[in-house]
């Protein structure tokens, strides 16, 4: 290969963790997104060398295929995860990826309401999406995440400019009505440290008085582990919930407070092995949502731990 191919490889391979942070956002699953780029990079090399030499934007055209391979597959997700065994969760992730802007590096036009970078893929956030059409999905992440104009997006959902905007703005709409004020960051990261050293020591008082009093655990087995199958609500509730369980756990039961989806979290390990993560979501100063991830399929990510 010459120099010039070899620089063209570079930057074509250099697309891939923009492609798998777009993806992940849009679908929740790294494992779906990592699909997803594969299928994409496919297609590109399935093309001729004079075709490849014709389109003047590479990136742009990875990012107008693994879009247009997200919105088939969030299409055909409903219907998947109507047959899924309890309540679906996105993908854990153990460490906040990067985000990367649009294809100038700039910030477009229309900037109201853009979610920030740590939110982009907070467990919370994810979860919320799920609430949108694949549309509204997809032409919100495009733009007010990735920061692409409305014609770039239309291209991409296959709608006009302006219906693409509208999508946009009816998604905010969706964000705004879910949004409860949350406390700073350091307190976020104190609750879920008290969280976890009172669970282990099985102080039910003392997980009471963390819990809002309606707070919520939301669990995903996936049907390959056991889980609640039904969401297990109020703060006394859950706190006996939660004691009973690492009372019953076989084997030696841990754990560790590590960064689920860039925001606190805990990751419960049994002998060793990784066997749940929980992200927290938050009310006032106090822990209002908890989603427990049990699903081995979607832990791979955090076998070591």
Excluded at 33 to 52: F, I, K, L, N, P
Excluded at 54 to 65: D, F, M, Q, R, Y
Excluded at 145 to 167: H, K, M, W
Aim: glycine fraction near 8%.
């Amino acid at each position: 290969m010459t120099t010039g191919d070899d620089q063209s490889l570079d930057a074509m391979m250099g697309e891939r963790r923009r492609l798998i942070n777009l993806a992940y956002r849009l679908l929740g699953s790294l494992a779906e997104a990592e699909d997803v780029v594969q299928e994409t990079y496919a297609r590109w090399y399935a093309m001729s060398r004079g075709q490849q030499d014709a389109i003047e934007s590479p990136g742009a055209w990875l990012t107008k295929v693994a879009g247009r391979i997200c919105l088939d597959l969030l299409g055909s997700a409903r219907a998947r995860r109507e047959r899924y065994v309890g309540a679906w969760i996105p993908e854990p992730l153990p460490e906040p990826t990067q985000w990367t802007t649009g294809p100038t590096g700039s910030a477009t036009a229309d900037p109201v309401d853009r979610v920030t970078l740590d939110e982009s893929v907070s467990m919370a956030f994810l979860v919320m999406l799920e609430s949108m059409t694949p549309a509204e999905r997809v032409a919100f992440i495009l733009h007010d995440v990735f920061r692409y104009s409305f014609n770039e997006v239309a291209d991409i959902v296959g709608r006009t400019p302006a219906a693409c905007r509208q999508l946009a703005t009816s998604a905010r709409r969706r964000i705004r009505t879910s949004r409860t004020p949350a406390p700073p960051a350091a307190h976020r990261a104190d609750l879920v440290r008290d969280f976890g050293q009172a669970w282990q020591a099985k102080d039910i008082s003392a997980l009471i008085g963390l819990l809002d009093p309606e707070a919520t655990v939301i669990a995903d087995g996936g049907g390959l582990t056991r889980a609640s199958l039904d969401p297990i609500e109020g703060g006394e509730r859950i706190a006996h919930y939660l004691t009973d369980l690492f009372t019953r756990a076989p084997g030696t039961l841990t754990v560790l407070e590590r960064t689920v989806n860039g925001g606190p979290g805990l990751v419960a390990r049994q002998d060793g092995r990784t066997v749940a993560v929980y992200a927290f979501d938050f009310a006032g100063d106090r822990i209002s949502r908890i989603w427990a991830v049990l699903n081995p399929e979607k832990l791979r990510s955090w076998v070591t731990g």
